[in-house]
């Protein structure tokens, strides 16, 4: 009989849901080292990113009776981490609130507060992982995103090749997608 590691990520869903923790260990193996590394790219914090992934891990095998599988194994995690990073983020801003104010409340249950919380985190994010861009990929990348001016007119107005314009657009989607993750840029791109 071939081991768990020959089981597709659906094959292993079906098992884990019918209460085989050998399938459960076999995830864990499969997602650990590459939820962790997504979750230290967002959070560059060594022992938060571990807490994360332990706390998904954890509630996965807890709720396995009402969990309901609708998409992808790997789409489920990462957007678990995400959550999971989006709380941090959530706690830290509200936690420096406090401290800054100390007098005002903001209602952290509600799907708006929560809603731009994520918004305004994702924005800050994507803002500085522009600002780290080299000047000139910098600027022909926000006249494209922020003047929606075509390569075309970025090459007239800037004075370089339309070649050249199309290269840094480019080399700009990719640093976005390398520095703020898959799902981010998605989403961001939406």
Do not use: C
């Amino acid at each position: 009989m071939p081991g768990y590691n020959s089981y597709n990520d659906q094959e292993l869903i079906v098992l884990f849901n019918s209460g085989d923790d050998a399938a459960f260990k076999e995830i864990y193996l499969r997602y650990d080292k590459p939820l962790y590394l997504y979750a230290y790219h967002k959070l560059g914090n060594k022992e938060e990113s571990r807490d994360v992934i332990q706390d998904v891990f954890a509630w996965m095998l807890t709720n396995r009776k009402t969990l309901n599988f609708t998409g992808s194994l790997a789409g489920y995690l990462y957007k678990s981490v995400l959550n999971k990073i989006y709380n941090i983020y959530k706690h830290k801003q509200v936690l420096s609130k406090y401290a800054e104010g100390g007098s005002f409340y903001i209602d952290i249950e509600s799907q708006g507060t929560d809603y731009l919380i994520r918004e305004k985190d994702i924005s800050a994010m994507i803002e500085k992982t522009i600002a780290e861009m080299p000047p000139r990929m910098r600027e022909v990348y926000e006249l494209k995103s922020k003047r929606y001016m075509s390569a075309k007119e970025i090459s007239e107005h800037t004075g370089v090749a339309e070649s050249t314009v199309n290269t840094q657009l480019k080399r700009a989607m990719k640093h976005l997608k390398l520095k703020l993750g898959l799902l981010i840029y998605i989403t961001f791109i939406i």
